[in-house]
């Protein structure tokens, strides 16, 4: 049987520690961003794309970011969304507690007052990406 491993929700946060003057959208946007590049570099699972298959043609031609298909997700990003190599890359770099997503987020974006202040935009996702698009090089360089 599979277990769903959930990785991140946007409950998590906006229930949390959460800036009162930031909208609760901003909670979904570091993951958003982390699961854009999922959705760029094909390591989704047959059962995600079968799901919201028109959202990822939209994002692939920049119509909608990879925050607003997390929303669509019911801000929930799980292991049931990744195929095997996205699952193993996120086990490794996106977890919150020994992978360094969160550290390279926060240095990506210094001028952010904390992980929460970044604005959901090409521009940024494109700065997110090149970190993440190297960190994922070197993790497969290392298997």
Same mark, same amino acid.
């Given at each position: 049987?599979?277990?769903?491993?959930?990785?991140?929700?946007?409950?998590?946060?906006?229930?949390?520690?959460?800036?009162?003057?930031?909208?609760?959208?901003?909670?979904?946007?570091?993951?958003?961003?982390?699961?854009?590049?999922?959705?760029?570099? $094909?390591?989704?699972? @047959?059962? +995600?794309? =079968?799901?919201?298959? &028109?959202?990822?043609? #939209?994002?692939?031609?920049?119509?909608?970011?990879?925050?607003?298909?997390?929303?669509?997700?019911?801000?929930?990003?799980?292991?049931?969304?990744?195929?095997?190599?996205?699952?193993?890359?996120?086990?490794?770099?996106?977890?919150?507690?020994?992978?360094?997503?969160? $550290?390279?987020?926060? @240095?990506? +974006?210094? =001028?952010?007052?904390? &992980?929460?202040?970044? #604005?959901?935009?090409?521009?940024?996702?494109?700065?997110?990406?090149?970190?993440?698009?190297?960190?994922?090089?070197?993790?497969?360089?290392?298997?």
């Amino acid at each position: 049987m599979f277990e769903v491993i959930v990785y991140d929700k946007a409950k998590y946060h906006y229930d949390g520690d959460f800036p009162k003057d930031l909208s609760i959208d901003q909670a979904f946007v570091h993951t958003g961003m982390f699961l854009g590049w999922i959705i760029d570099n $094909d390591l989704f699972s @047959e059962e +995600f794309e =079968e799901d919201i298959e &028109v959202e990822i043609q #939209k994002f692939k031609s920049r119509e909608v970011t990879g925050t607003q298909i997390y929303m669509e997700c019911d801000g929930v990003f799980s292991n049931d969304m990744l195929n095997d190599e996205g699952n193993e890359f996120a086990q490794d770099y996106f977890d919150f507690e020994n992978g360094l997503y969160l $550290d390279d987020y926060e @240095e990506t +974006f210094p =001028e952010a007052k904390d &992980v929460y202040d970044v #604005k959901d935009s090409w521009e940024n996702y494109e700065k997110i990406k090149k970190v993440i698009q190297k960190r994922n090089l070197d993790w497969m360089n290392q298997r």
